[in-house]
C-alpha cells in the first residue's frame, strides 16, 4: 500500500504527471466515489494581491463515475467544492491526471471567484485581486494540499474522511473541514 493510499482516499495514479496547463482536464480516482474530474482554470504564481502560493486554479465538479470517461461533463455550477488552489505537485506526482487540453471559453468561468481570506478577514476575487463582498461558491485563500482536498471532498459527499495528521484531531473534535 502506499503513502498516498494510507493518508488519502485517492487511488494510486495510472499514468506518469507532469507539470499542469490552463485547460488542462483532468481526472482523480477516490476509493469511495469512483472517478472524479476537474480543469485547471488557470496557473498561479500568487494573485495580484498575492493571496496564493504559486499552484493551479481549479474546478473540481460533482460528477462522478465508476468508469474512466474521456469527456466528463464539465458543469460550472455543479462543482463539488468551490473553486480550489492545488499545489502543482498533485498533477506531477499525486492524483490529478490529465485526460486531455481544451480552450477555456467565457462561459466555462464562474462570474466570480471568490475567496475568503484567513488573514485579512475580507473576501476577494481571484483574477482582479479586488475585494469583494461575498459570491457562492466562495472558498479559503491558499494553496490545499492533497490531503486537505481530500478532506474536503469527502465530507462533502458524505464519505469517510481518511485518518491522517491532518485530519485525525479535526475527526475527534468533530470539527468541519470546510470551516478552515
Same mark, same amino acid.
Given at each position: 500500500?502506499?503513502?498516498?493510499?494510507?493518508?488519502?482516499?485517492?487511488?494510486?495514479?495510472?499514468?506518469?504527471?507532469?507539470?499542469?496547463?490552463?485547460g488542462?482536464?483532468?481526472?482523480?480516482?477516490?476509493?469511495?466515489?469512483?472517478?472524479?474530474?476537474?480543469?485547471?482554470?488557470?496557473?498561479?504564481?500568487?494573485?495580484?494581491?498575492?493571496?496564493?502560493?504559486a499552484?493551479?486554479?481549479?474546478?473540481?465538479?460533482?460528477?462522478?463515475s465508476?468508469?474512466?470517461?474521456?469527456?466528463?461533463? $464539465?458543469?460550472?455550477?455543479?462543482?463539488?467544492?468551490?473553486?480550489?488552489?492545488?499545489?502543482?505537485?498533485?498533477?506531477?506526482?499525486?492524483?490529478?491526471?490529465?485526460?486531455?487540453?481544451?480552450?477555456?471559453?467565457?462561459?466555462?468561468? $464562474?462570474?466570480?471567484?471568490?475567496?475568503?481570506?484567513?488573514?485579512?478577514?475580507?473576501?476577494?476575487?481571484?483574477?482582479?485581486?479586488?475585494?469583494?463582498?461575498?459570491?457562492?461558491?466562495?472558498?479559503?485563500?491558499?494553496?490545499?494540499?492533497?490531503?486537505?482536498?481530500? /478532506?474536503?471532498?469527502?465530507?462533502a459527499?458524505?464519505?469517510?474522511? /481518511?485518518?491522517?495528521?491532518?485530519?485525525?484531531?479535526?475527526?475527534?473534535?468533530?470539527?468541519?473541514?470546510?470551516?478552515w
Amino acid at each position: 500500500m502506499t503513502k498516498q493510499e494510507q493518508e488519502t482516499n485517492f487511488l494510486p495514479r495510472e499514468k506518469v504527471g507532469r507539470y499542469p496547463k490552463e485547460g488542462d482536464v483532468f481526472y482523480y480516482k477516490h476509493k469511495h466515489l469512483g472517478y472524479g474530474y476537474g480543469v485547471v482554470v488557470t496557473l498561479s504564481e500568487g494573485s495580484k494581491e498575492g493571496k496564493f502560493w504559486a499552484g493551479a486554479l481549479v474546478y473540481l465538479y460533482d460528477n462522478f463515475s465508476k468508469e474512466l470517461e474521456n469527456d466528463p461533463k $464539465l458543469n460550472k455550477n455543479k462543482l463539488v467544492l468551490p473553486p480550489t488552489c492545488a499545489f502543482f505537485y498533485e498533477f506531477s506526482s499525486g492524483p490529478f491526471v490529465k485526460i486531455k487540453n481544451i480552450k477555456l471559453k467565457k462561459e466555462d468561468f $464562474l462570474d466570480v471567484n471568490c475567496f475568503y481570506d484567513l488573514l485579512r478577514k475580507k473576501y476577494f476575487d481571484f483574477f482582479s485581486g479586488k475585494e469583494i463582498e461575498r459570491v457562492e461558491p466562495c472558498g479559503n485563500s491558499g494553496t490545499k494540499s492533497i490531503l486537505y482536498i481530500d /478532506a474536503l471532498i469527502s465530507e462533502a459527499k458524505g464519505v469517510p474522511i /481518511a485518518v491522517n495528521n491532518l485530519t485525525e484531531d479535526r475527526i475527534k473534535n468533530g470539527s468541519k473541514f470546510k470551516n478552515w
